[in-house]
């Protein structure tokens, strides 16, 4: 299914800067929309607190993570998350877009309400796009897909009730999710993160990188962080093309402070 708005991501440059106004005039934005695993991404070693570090000065990080959401419940509330008008005002440099993995559970587990068939979770996530996009046409929209599952770490940390005694997602499953997200993206012309992949070519990847079996260690936050950096960078969203707001101390005339703020 093609997307009916293909991604376009174009910068306005002084100096091969991204340049929003005058220096000092207002900070661009970065959204993070997705699940838990985003909404916890600001925690200690989280990779949204490592974005807003890395992008300190030049970049708010917006965070927007909904635990236990998955893309129909998303697109309800779409709007609300979303107002046509931005909190700075304009439209955002970029969003990242990160869910999956409650829409994987399983469909006869303990964990059902969450989940959404795949053909849907395709639509939900075209659906995703075309919003942003349509909102925001500048805006760069980066997908990533759900993390890999260690089953046996579910069954250790179960949610919710579970008779059954099965875990509520498998990888096999969430690797299906991290295709079909993996293609939305390739059908829309815009970059992904596959962490379900990345993840799998460490040794011993459940240990390092997964809490609970589905949750993220400092590693494995460690592991999103840098590869959502790298797949900014390779849209020309760095720290070398980013404007920061006010001079930096180095600027500033001993002499005559004040000038540089003028």
């Not at 309800?76 to 969003?95: D, H, M, N, T, Y």
């Not at 008779?163 to 970059?191: F, I």
Request: charged fraction near 25%.
């Amino acid at each position: 299914m093609p997307c009916d708005v293909k991604w376009e991501f174009n910068l306005k440059r002084r100096d091969q800067k991204i340049f929003c106004g005058k220096r000092g005039f207002m900070r661009p934005e970065i959204y993070l929309f997705g699940d838990s695993i985003t909404e916890a991404s600001f925690c200690d070693g989280g990779w949204g607190a490592s974005l807003a570090h890395h992008f300190s000065r030049t970049v708010d990080l917006v965070l927007r993570g909904y635990s236990g959401y998955n893309t129909r419940w998303a697109l309800e509330v779409i709007e609300k998350v979303f107002p046509e008008v931005s909190r700075g005002g304009g439209a955002p440099l970029a969003v990242t877009v990160f869910f999956g993995a409650n829409d994987a559970c399983l469909p006869d587990r303990c964990s059902a309400f969450q989940h959404v068939p795949i053909h849907e979770y395709k639509q939900n996530l075209h659906s995703i796009v075309s919003f942003l996009k349509k909102r925001w046409p500048t805006t760069l929209v980066l997908l990533i897909t759900p993390p890999p599952i260690d089953e046996e770490g579910r069954l250790r940390n179960p949610y919710v009730e579970n008779p059954m005694g099965l875990p509520e997602r498998t990888n096999e499953a969430a690797g299906a999710y991290a295709k079909a997200c993996v293609d939305v993206a390739g059908e829309c012309g815009g970059p992904v993160v596959d962490i379900w992949t990345k993840m799998q070519h460490i040794s011993d990847w459940p240990r390092i990188c997964l809490s609970d079996g589905l949750h993220l260690t400092q590693s494995g936050n460690k592991i999103v962080f840098e590869e959502v950096v790298a797949r900014l960078r390779e849209e020309g969203i760095s720290l070398e093309t980013l404007l920061v707001d006010l001079p930096h101390i180095a600027e500033i005339d001993p002499n005559d402070p004040l000038k540089s703020f003028s």
